[in-house]
């Protein structure tokens, strides 16, 4: 069975589709936002905070799966063009926590039906079962690729 499983794996470029896929979906928002100064690649981080708002930055880092830099420099821009608000922990004023704005909000709803239209689009084909289907196997590839990362940071602080 770990042969057969193998050779399905070997002959299976799963990074190819998934790269496509995230490619064709920041093209599509791109060319569906209204707002220029909103880049595609920053809307995973206004969804995740839509959701958990006045979350510090290394939370969110470590929900998404994202070093530390980055989401650093995806909040700082957010923040330059009004989309989300840092505010100094009360108890560490290193810890900045972040929530999102006004602006911000009506910019997760314009993103929100733009990623309903999308999902609609790549979906159309599949069935409901199909879709649970799907829906359950990225979850759990997702959950995979973040406990090998947090396995591999974990060696690399000792």
């Keep these: 069975m770990k042969a057969l499983r193998k050779t399905i794996i070997d002959d299976t470029d799963i990074g190819k589709y ?45 929900a998404l799966g994202i070093d530390k830099a980055s989401t650093a420099r995806a909040i700082q821009k957010l923040e330059s063009h009004g989309f989300v608000i840092r505010h100094s922990d009360l108890e560490d004023r290193r810890v900045n926590h972040v929530s999102i704005t006004e602006k911000g909000d009506a910019l997760y709803s314009e993103l929100k039906s733009i990623s309903n239209q999308w999902k609609s689009i790549i979906l159309e084909s599949f069935s409901e079962q199909e879709i649970t289907l ?25």
């Design 134 to 158: 799907l829906e359950s196997s990225l979850k759990k590839l997702a959950q995979n690729s973040i406990l090998y990362r947090n396995k591999k940071e974990g060696q690399n602080d000792k």
């Design 18 to 62: 998934l790269s496509m896929l995230y490619r064709h979906n920041r093209i599509f928002i791109d060319q569906h936002l209204t707002d220029p100064n909103f880049g595609s690649g920053q809307h995973t981080f206004l969804f995740y905070l839509k959701t958990h708002d006045g979350s510090t930055q290394e939370e969110i880092s470590r």
